[in-house]
């Protein structure tokens, strides 16, 4: 497409028609409780919270916010659970738990979509086609591993560790929860989960498809909460290990508390991710891939591609048809299958992105939004970028977690490389080229867990994912999410 012709192309009036997905299907109850020791239990001390949808700012239930004594409560139910049934079951029958609850979910698939969007704002289209297929994908995988752990592991002896806590975020909250859940049952541990505040819906409905599916109760414990009830899951003593996917910043706080105890931790953290593109590279295939590595789920990804580094011979293109597409995305309500971005996920969330757009500009950034226009109600942001910024400002530098996209650009393969390891994190990054050789180089040379080749944003149970540096410590997924969760020897 040639300019004039990309501009007609977003020029024009026309718009699709709404095309919501229905809520018919779909129960949420007015309050939940605790899922402890196989039922659902009332919180000792009484309090609850509101989960909220970020989308029009109503509420959608209240939750139960578990203090210390229910976080002892489930970790008691989680260790007799672990002594009395899970770890003296045959593997293989351990398995077949695994494996109902990936069936149930992909039954249930529609309604753990819908209630996804509802809670957490990001699009229909989305946990319809990604978040809840990979959540059972990951239920489906590891299953499998379950009677097969000496296989894993030629010549070691396995054993599950025993308990374990597990603190989710809310970017992809079923997602989230299969992957810590999944790997710590199929090894034989028993769990503790504790979804995050603005998103508990379909870990509790998660616990409704566990208790359907008959597991021995207290094998999966569910604790609602904030961060108080977090800390109180970290500062348990009876638990053998801690996964953590959330901030910096409570990720080195569980670091501090768990130092010198015997507690085992993963921590999946922050990210800064470039992406690269040359100039040899598939121009629009890349900016597509831009799109989808910064504007997928609101930018809410630890691994997004919240930066660009573009050659400069290309920069100019790039960033044209880079704007155009920005026009073309359609921010709105996520319940509409349209919609590519959905709402941000709280206002404290807006309030740090908005934070970070005056930080840039006042900087020197030059920003660019769509002209997207917002609802009214809600929590909103549009597509966003960043010129005319360098390696030291804080936009480069800073995980934001929105749709922020920061653009540098680079003249050798060397400074391309120098910037796009110039940051605290290392948890992923993208690299846009025609020639073979130029990628095996870049992905040797770029401290990062995860790194994907003319393409980005794309997961599968298989492979390991983690970070270096400040992004964490420990991989989940593929052979690597069992050793998280097994004492090998
Ligand atoms: P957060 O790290 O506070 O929350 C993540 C989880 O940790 C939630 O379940 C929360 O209740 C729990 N938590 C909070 N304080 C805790 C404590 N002291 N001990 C144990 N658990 C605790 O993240 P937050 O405040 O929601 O988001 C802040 C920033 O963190 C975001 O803007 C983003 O930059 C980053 N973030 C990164 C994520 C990732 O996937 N790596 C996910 C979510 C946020
Ligand atoms: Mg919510």
């Not at 400069?312 to 048809?321: G, H, L």
């Not at 206002?347 to 030059?366: M, N, V, W």
Request: charge should be negative.
């Amino acid at each position: 497409m040639d300019e004039t012709t990309s501009k007609l192309a977003f020029d024009t009036d026309w718009q699709y028609d709404p095309a919501p997905e229905s809520t018919d299907h779909i129960r949420i109850d007015e309050q939940y409780e605790l899922f402890i020791g196989g039922e659902f239990v009332a919180p000792k001390e009484g309090r609850y919270f509101d989960s909220i949808n970020p989308a029009n700012e109503q509420v959608l239930a209240r939750v139960a916010a578990a203090g210390k004594d229910d976080v002892a409560r489930a970790v008691k139910a989680a260790r007799k659970a672990y002594q009395t049934s899970w770890s003296t079951l045959k593997p293989a029958e351990r398995g077949k738990y695994i494996y109902r609850i990936a069936r149930v979910l992909q039954e249930r698939a529609r309604e753990f979509a819908v209630i996804e969007t509802l809670d957490g704002g990001k699009p229909i289209r989305e946990s319809r086609d990604i978040d809840i297929p990979l959540a059972a994908a990951h239920f489906f995988y590891y299953a499998g591993w379950a009677d097969k752990l000496e296989y894993a592991f030629p010549g070691k002896q396995v054993a599950a560790l025993g308990v374990a806590g597990q603190i989710i975020p809310w970017n992809f909250p079923l997602l989230m929860a299969a992957w810590k859940i999944a790997p710590a049952l199929a090894c034989g541990n028993t769990v503790v989960l504790k979804p995050a505040e603005t998103t508990p819906l379909t870990a509790l409905k998660l616990a409704e498809v566990i208790r359907d599916a008959g597991l021995p109760p207290g094998v999966v414990n569910i604790v609602t909460g904030a961060g108080d009830t977090g800390a109180a899951l970290v500062d348990h003593p009876d638990i053998d290990k801690i996964a953590f996917t959330g901030s910096t910043a409570v990720g080195r706080s569980i670091q501090k508390s768990l130092a010198g105890t015997s507690t085992k931790y993963t921590l999946e953290l922050g990210g800064k991710a470039a992406n690269i593109i040359f100039a040899d590279a598939a121009i629009d295939e890349a900016v597509e891939g831009i799109v989808n590595g910064i504007f997928f789920n609101q930018g809410h990804v630890c691994c997004a591609g919240s930066r660009l580094l573009v050659q400069e011979s290309v920069a100019d293109e790039v960033i044209r048809k880079l704007k155009d597409r920005m026009e073309s995305l359609i921010v709105g309500d996520p319940m509409d299958k349209n919609t590519d971005i959905g709402a941000i996920n709280s206002p404290a969330q807006l309030a740090k992105i908005e934070d970070y757009l005056r930080i840039g500009q006042a900087e020197g950034g030059e920003m660019y939004q769509s002209s997207a226009t917002l609802p009214t109600t809600g929590y909103w942001c549009r597509p966003t970028l960043f010129t005319g910024v360098s390696q030291s400002n804080r936009v480069v530098q800073e995980e934001i977690f929105g749709p922020v996209l920061a653009i540098q650009t680079f003249r050798t393969l060397e400074e391309g490389l120098d910037k796009a390891n110039n940051t605290p994190y290392g948890l992923s990054g993208g690299v846009w080229t025609d020639k073979g050789a130029k990628i095996f180089k870049m992905t040797r040379a770029i401290r990062a867990g995860v790194i994907w080749a003319n393409t980005f944003n794309k997961f599968d149970p298989a492979s390991p994912f983690g970070g270096y540096k400040e992004s964490g410590m420990g991989r989940e997924g593929g052979l690597h999410g069992l050793d998280a969760y097994l004492e090998l020897s």
